[in-house]
């Protein structure tokens, strides 16, 4: 029957559609919920992975810390300057006091397994502090129970590190004498490398051959971070977590694989993971929908980062495909039911209305297909019997469905919208946990009852207490009783709505100290704003209000006056040296313009002259510029000279005044230019005489001679012997006087005549001078190596030559050699009074003599001073007055049996040299 027929295609055709719209239904609401899923997934990877590392972010800079605490810095140095032998007294009140240092780092650092003290020539530890007392409590180690830890892969690693830096090790399980401790304690070392005092730390690079002397290391407990990480994972998920080389430190589903390489095996997350091995370089997160090796599919999201700055950890968080489309299967089977529901009517009203079908069969099937093509259609809802009832059907089914497709595509869209936001919001509280974490001010929060509610890590740093502890307390544990009224009038302030602006202030540290600190307080609102608390930003000044009483210090006990004047020229800081040299109590100067201390016919232009420094201020040094004077307090004046350096503070720009009284200097060098002006005429007055005296002399000496030669001449043959041997007397004795004389003359011009340079070839000169002396035969004068070119004066350094071997010929009447050279040398070092050059001409002469006694060799440049029977005495004096004149010094070597050596030293410039 038609009816029939009818039925089953009906039936057929609504099976049909409703398979494939719940097919469309279910596609569509996977597709748009796994990413979300995935998204969720990384989400909760990165999370964990800041967790992670917030565990360990200050260990880094706790190390570097210690390495600078003065206590560590003075006794490694004190070791190592000692070879490792410290009085053993010494040695142990130090490392006590070390010791105690690293107790309180441990009670504030619960996270904190060890803090030891390591030598760095030998890898012994010094001290050393864990939790290995009964029920995990804080125990200083015994010496006995020290270890050697020298061949450690992070001692050796440390040993490399460069000054203020610290190694970072991968997690690995702790180590004691050699072996793995049992139970298992995952650990993460940071060591941080001392070096001596003299290394340059601030420039981050060792002179060759330079190595630590000490390290400090810090082992961090793992295992309450992996615990945290445990606790938080949701049930069917699972996390892992691998070092650099691939092998995992946690894993939530196979716990026996983790530390696989320190036992033997070769478990790794890559061989587990390969599809996300494939991307380990590229990115440093990724999630994607992964099968294993069963063929299961489930979601997984990849976090790579440097944990503590260390070597490259990952976190890998996964999800079943199940738990990801669970929300989506709640929609699904909602549909479901609906469209089963539907179906059933639909056959009934098929079933009933069969027979009446017939003609509206062909625009039903219409119709049928519209829907399936999600397209508009229309149905014979008036229609009376089976059809009409099967359309109405139809449509409601139709509705119900478009109804639910919308709601779930709307739900869908909103939670979109919803992670997004929360992703957004996440990464701000992330960024500013971070910010407030990692700040160097200490950042507290607290009811206006003074309860501490936040605490970040430079709280802890400057306070003492670790978060735990302050977390809950009145905030009052850190005031000292003296400063309690201050304390609740900051209270009173916030509580009134006012922000109290930075103001310095004592507060108490955990030990008892006091610590000076700057104080910034902001009251905190609630969304309909009213005041519900208190946030206090504190800085750390101690260390700064130190280095300002040194100054202070420093400039008070200065002996020079300093003062201090502002833009405007009023003085803001006078030292007890300066009111002292100007009369004034300080109290009488501080305040007041510094043209106080001027002349008053100076004031006017000194005003000037201040404001056209102070637009353009340089540092001026002392002695510049004109003479200047300045005013005591009683009216009288002092001539003084000032210096200027221009400093930037932070109530704006001032000059500081270095003042030195030269009123007696002044008086000093006045008296020195006359007594110069006097010693000058002198001196001309002395060489005119030399002069005269020279010319006076020698005109009879002259006569006398030529008288002498004469009566040889005519009375040769008629006198006896005894005569002429007189007369050859007297003659001698007049060439020694005309001798003396012309020394005389000769001393009195020595290093007058300014110097003329010329090339000389020494050589040659010292070749002409031996010519012209004619030494006698039974002695030999031999030069020495080949004797430079020099630029010089030609007449002053032959004299200089002619005087040294004329003094060695005479120093030797036995006969002898006397050996001269000369060179080029830049290895002495002048002595006081000498000229510093870079090159200097040493011309040496010795003889083979009888030598001086030290008596005789500190005379030997006094004028008319003689160990030999001939010669005048001003032979070397004329040589020393010359060299000395010159910026140049001899230094004489003799001794009685030995002969002497003279070695003349004259300054070269490099003009000087280049002819050498």
């Not at 260990?59 to 190592?80: C, G, K, S, W, Y």
């Not at 079908?357 to 009376?384: G, H």
């Not at 007890?576 to 501080?590: H, I, N, Q, V, W």
């Not at 006397?818 to 870079?838: E, F, H, L, M």
Request: aromatic share 6%; proline share 5%; hydrophobic share 40%.
């Amino acid at each position: 029957m038609l009816s029939n027929r009818l039925t089953v295609a009906m039936v057929v055709l609504v099976l049909l559609t409703a398979i494939g719209v719940g097919a469309l239904i279910q596609l569509n609401i996977t597709k748009s919920v796994i990413p979300v899923e995935l998204e969720r997934l990384q989400l909760q990877a990165d999370q964990r992975a800041l967790e992670l590392n917030s565990y360990v972010r200050g260990t880094r800079a706790d190390a570097l810390t210690a390495v600078h605490n003065p206590i560590v810095i003075d006794f490694i140095n004190a070791l190592a300057e000692s070879g490792g032998t410290l009085e053993p007294t010494l040695q142990k009140k130090w490392c006590e006091d070390i010791a105690r240092y690293f107790v309180c780092e441990l009670e504030v650092k619960t996270a904190y397994l060890q803090f030891r003290l390591i030598n760095g020539e030998d890898g012994h530890e010094l001290v050393r502090v864990d939790r290995s007392g009964p029920d995990g409590a804080i125990r200083i180690v015994e010496d006995s129970e020290l270890q050697d830890k020298c061949n450690r892969p992070y001692f050796i690693h440390a040993k490399t590190t460069s000054p203020n830096d610290a190694y970072v090790s991968p997690i690995e399980l702790n180590e004691e004498h050699g072996k793995i401790e049992v139970p298992h304690v995952p650990v993460l070392r940071v060591a941080a490398p001392i070096y001596r005092k003299k290394i340059p730390l601030a420039s981050g690079e060792l002179p060759e051959g330079e190595s630590p002397i000490g390290v400090v290391v810090i082992n961090v407990d793992m295992a309450p971070a992996f615990e945290l990480q445990r606790a938080s994972q949701e049930i069917g998920s699972h996390r892992f977590i691998a070092n650099a080389d691939g092998d995992y430190v946690f894993n939530t589903r196979h716990p026996d694989s983790i530390f696989a390489s320190s036992f033997g095996r070769t478990d790794s997350w890559r061989n587990d993971f390969p599809a996300l091995a494939l991307t380990d370089k590229p990115k440093s997160r990724l999630s994607r929908m992964i099968e294993d090796s069963k063929g299961e599919r489930f979601g997984a999201a990849i976090a790579r980062w440097r944990l503590g700055g260390g070597p490259p950890v990952v976190l890998i968080q996964t999800a079943p495909y199940e738990q990801m489309v669970q929300s989506a299967s709640t929609v699904i089977r909602s549909s479901l039911v609906g469209a089963i529901v539907a179906v059933v009517l639909a056959l009934a009203a098929a079933v009933f209305m069969a027979r009446s079908l017939t003609k509206p069969l062909a625009e039903l099937t219409r119709a049928t297909e519209a829907f399936a093509a999600e397209e508009s259609f229309d149905l014979p809802s008036e229609a009376r019997g089976e059809i009409g009832i099967l359309s109405r059907a139809f449509l409601s089914m139709s509705d119900s469905v478009g109804r639910q497709t919308e709601a779930l595509r709307s739900e869908i869209e909103v939670r979109k919208k919803t992670e997004q936001e929360l992703a957004v919001r996440n990464e701000k509280v992330r960024m500013f946990a971070a910010v407030v974490e990692s700040s160097i001010d200490s950042i507290i929060t607290m009811t206006l009852d003074g309860v501490v509610t936040a605490w970040n890590p430079a709280a802890t740093t400057i306070y003492g207490y670790a978060a735990e502890e302050a977390l809950g307390k009145k905030f009052d544990i850190l005031v000292p009783d003296e400063r309690k009224d201050e304390y609740q009038d900051v209270i009173d302030l916030v509580r009134a709505g006012e922000t109290v602006d930075e103001f310095e202030t004592v507060r108490r540290h955990k030990c008892g100290l006091n610590v000076t600190v700057s104080i910034k307080a902001s009251p905190l609102y609630s969304s309909d704003g009213e005041v519900i608390g208190v946030a206090k930003i504190s800085h750390d000044i101690t260390a700064f209000k130190r280095a300002e009483e040194n100054f202070r210090l420093v400039i008070d006990s200065t002996p020079s006056g300093i003062i201090v004047v502002d833009a405007t020229g009023r003085i803001r800081l006078v030292n007890p040296s300066a009111a002292k040299m100007f009369g004034y109590r300080r109290d009488e100067l501080l305040g007041q313009q510094v043209e106080k201390l001027v002349p008053t016919q100076s004031q006017v232009r000194h005003a000037s002259l201040r404001a056209s420094y102070a637009a353009a201020p340089e540092a001026r040094p002392m002695g510049t510029g004109s003479d200047l004077q300045g005013m005591r307090k009683d009216g009288s004046k002092l001539d003084v000279e000032i210096g200027l350096s221009p400093i930037q503070s932070g109530s704006g720009q001032q000059i500081l005044c270095s003042i030195v009284d030269v009123t007696e200097r002044r008086r000093a060098h006045e008296k020195l230019a006359e007594y110069a002006s006097r010693l000058e005429r002198s001196n001309n007055d002395l060489q005119e005489f030399a002069y005269v005296v020279s010319h006076d002399l020698k005109a009879p000496l002259r006569g006398i001679a030529s008288v002498a030669d004469w009566i040889a001449v005519d009375f040769g043959e008629v006198v006896d012997d005894d005569a002429r041997e007189n007369l050859e007397l007297m003659k001698d004795r007049i060439r020694r006087l005309d001798r003396l004389i012309e020394g005389i003359l000769n001393y009195s011009r020595a290093g007058q005549k300014e110097m003329q340079r010329v090339a000389i070839q020494t050589e040659k000169m010292v070749a002409e001078i031996i010519d012209a002396i004619q030494p006698p035969d039974h002695i030999k004068i031999k030069v020495v190596g080949s004797l430079p070119i020099v630029q010089y004066d030609e007449i002053q350094l032959q004299q200089v030559f002619q005087n040294l071997i004329v003094n060695a010929i005479h120093a030797s009447p036995e006969g002898g050699s006397i050996y001269v050279g000369a060179r080029r040398c830049d290895d002495v070092k002048p002595p006081g009074g000498a000229t510093k050059a870079p090159w200097y001409l040493r011309l040496r002469v010795r003889d083979e003599g009888g030598g001086m006694t030290p008596e005789q060799l500190e005379h030997a440049f006094e004028p008319f001073f003689t160990t030999k029977g001939e010669g005048t005495g001003l032979g070397l004096p004329i040589c020393h007055g010359i060299v000395e004149d010159h910026g140049g010094w001899i230094a004489p070597r003799s001794a009685p049996g030995e002969g002497a050596c003279f070695d003349c030293f004259f300054p070269l410039s490099e003009g000087d040299g280049e002819a050498a």
